[in-house]
Structure formats: C-alpha cells, structure tokens
C-alpha cells in the first residue's frame, strides 16, 4: 500500500498568519494516464471532511484562494495564508493513482 | 445541490451484521460512483471500497475483503454497506462519499457503529 506521510502532525497559527503542510508518499502519484491523483481534505471538529484541493493544485468549488496546492511525484504541500478561525482542524492528503487509495495521517491545525 | 444523507447511529453485537444507508439526492445517482471510508478515532481514515450504482461494479481494499458487501438500489438512488462478523474493531464511524476524479467530493454526515455486548 502506498504510504503517505504528512509533517507535522500538529501546528499553530496566529489568525492572519501563513502556514504549510508537507505530504510525502511511499511511491510516485503520476497515474499512467498522466494525472497525479493527490488530494488535500479539511475535516473540521465534528464534521464529515470536506474537499479543499483535487489532483495536486485545484481548488474545489467554493474554497477560498487563500487555500494552495502544489508538488509533483512523491512531495506535495498545502500552502493556508491568511488564517482564518474557519480554517482549524484536521487536514488529510489522499492519493487516489494507486489501489488500495490511501490516506495521511492527518495534521491539526489549532490557534496560537 | 448534492448530498448524501446517512442512516442513523447503530449499537450491535459482537459477531452480528449491520448495513448502513446512504441517500443520494441532487445529481444522477447511476453516475458516480460511492465511496466508502472508515474513520476510528486515533487512526485517520481508511477507504474501504467503491460502487458504481450504474451497473453495480464494486471495487473493495483488500483489507475489507468478506467484511463489508457494497450494493445500490438505483430505484430509490440509495447505496449500501452491509459489515459482517463484527469484532470491536469495527467500531467506527463510517461515510459514505461521492467519488469524481478517483477521489471524494461529496460526503454524507457519517454513521456511527459501536460493537459492544
């Protein structure tokens, strides 16, 4: 299974700071049919994951510029700027190229 | 606008069954495929499997081979998970999501399964 890796675990941002997660997977995301099936979710206290960033860089209807993808092959980071108190929570990668799809392990992000 | 609204929270016994519902509105259900993820609290998230409520086709994690049974009735555009011989391991709250583009978008409110004699 591919193993993906986010650093750090947990983190702590002043509202209106910038801050960045890591996501490293075991094997390359390229598919063979040349997408990079990595994904970023927000799952916020007591609700279901929501969709930020789909393959590696896109934002999903309605998120907030504020939110950024990037990477390519193994390394990935989602990039927040401007925190906002909507903003807190547990962040997951997801990789969707290789069967079984597979999930990070989450890293928190509450207010300094 | 999409959702996916779960059945409602389940208390069963060790070794006993459960399926747990998931009500598609606000697209063409025999369109996308539903994804099934398992979330224990310490331990992320898990996918568990798909299926295409089209034509039925299913894809399952390994892991979950003879535990769960994915299936869809397009008459009522609700889809499925049955799970059996529960163990305390299974206890866990368990969402449903559209698939687009091999990965949720859409997620319902989740299911919360306790096994527990």
């Known amino acids: 299974d591919v193993v993906m890796t986010q650093t750090p675990v947990s983190l702590s941002v002043s509202l209106g700071g910038q801050t960045s997660i890591s996501c490293r997977s075991s094997q390359s995301l390229v598919h063979s049919d040349g997408n990079t099936y990595l994904y970023w979710y927000l799952q916020k206290p007591g609700q279901s994951p929501q969709l930020l960033i789909y393959?590696?860089?896109n934002r999903f209807s309605g998120v907030p510029d504020r939110f950024s993808g990037s990477g390519s092959g193994t390394d990935f980071t989602l990039k927040i700027s401007r925190v906002e108190p909507e903003d807190l929570g547990v962040y997951y990668c997801y990789q969707g190229t290789h069967y079984p799809w597979t999930f990070g392990g989450g890293t928190k992000l509450e207010l300094k | 606008q999409v959702q996916l609204q779960q059945s409602g929270a389940e208390l069963v016994k060790p070794g006993s069954s459960v399926k747990i519902s998931c009500k598609a509105s606000g697209y063409t259900f025999t369109s996308y495929d539903m994804h099934w993820i398992k979330q224990q609290p310490g331990n992320g998230l898990e996918w568990i499997g798909w299926?295409?409520?089209?034509?039925?086709?299913?894809k399952y994690n390994q892991k979950f081979n003879g535990k769960a049974t994915l299936t869809a009735d397009k008459s009522s555009s609700t889809a499925y998970m049955q799970l059996s011989s529960l163990t305390s391991e299974d206890s866990a709250v368990y969402f449903c999501?559209?698939?687009?583009?091999?990965?949720?978008?859409?997620w319902g409110q989740g299911t919360l399964v306790t096994v527990s004699s």
């Open positions: 393959k590696v860089s």
């Open positions: 999501a559209r698939l687009k583009r091999r990965a949720p978008d859409y």
């Open positions: 299926i295409y409520p089209g034509n039925g086709n299913t």
